[in-house]
């Protein structure tokens, strides 16, 4: 059974760009996720829809990318979407 999951973020005035960068043709490689989409729901807002194998795959993805915020898929995220320290997202609003 496909499963989805969303997550939400707020972008801090200025790094937009950064951010769309940061997940424009992203491929994540993880076992189970197909692909995703970044959709744009309002000033500074998004949602990132995942599409995973199952939804098993999709939770245990999920659960381990909130518990560690120092995961490999976040640091990645962090050095696409801005050279500086503050990569200009606020997660999980």
Request: proline residues 2%.
């Amino acid at each position: 059974m496909t499963a989805l999951n969303i997550v939400r973020f707020r972008v801090k005035p200025g790094h937009e760009e950064h951010f769309i960068a940061a997940h424009r043709g992203r491929r994540l490689g993880l076992h189970g996720f197909r692909g995703g989409a970044l959709v744009k729901t309002g000033e500074r807002s998004y949602c990132i829809v995942g599409e995973w194998t199952s939804t098993t795959l999709a939770d245990l993805f999920m659960r381990r990318f909130l518990a560690d915020p120092s995961s490999a898929v976040r640091a990645s995220l962090r050095r696409q979407s801005s050279d500086e320290r503050d990569d200009g997202v606020t997660h999980g609003w």
